[in-house]
């Protein structure tokens, strides 16, 4: 039987569970534990990064079980794996981007219209380029 180079959908639902209760962990150690008016910016800065680890997994996660289980698409799972994967990255850069804006006191309704543009132009990148 020969190895092969490629994760199994097991595999990276194991890996996937494992470093998004990490990072849930994590974030909630942050959030209970960093004071933010003392921390300055690296305790701002610890507090958003692992709250993108943890959005990017669950909705990564969330969005793989939908595409499969409740949608059921004809679609290759590496392919959706690698879409809610995208997808999880995405939101996880709104949520946080909106976070760092709001805290930085840069958050206007044009910053937002732009940023949603940003991701929006960056989506549709990778939608347009896609490997076929």
Do not use: C, H
């Amino acid at each position: 039987m020969s190895q092969s180079n490629y994760m199994t959908l097991r595999q990276y639902l194991i890996l996937m569970t494992a470093g998004t209760t990490a990072a849930l962990v994590s974030w909630i150690s942050v959030l209970m534990l960093v004071n933010p008016r003392s921390a300055g910016f690296l305790g701002v800065g610890i507090f958003i990064a692992t709250l993108f680890l943890a959005i990017t997994g669950v909705s990564s996660i969330g969005g793989l079980f939908i595409r499969t289980a409740v949608l059921r698409r004809d679609e290759l799972i590496a392919r959706a794996v690698g879409n809610s994967f995208r997808q999880g990255i995405f939101l996880a850069a709104f949520i946080s981007g909106v976070l760092l804006m709001k805290s930085t006191g840069s958050l206007t309704p044009w910053t937002l219209i732009l940023f949603i543009g940003a991701l929006t132009l960056l989506e549709f990148f990778f939608i347009a380029f896609r490997r076929r």
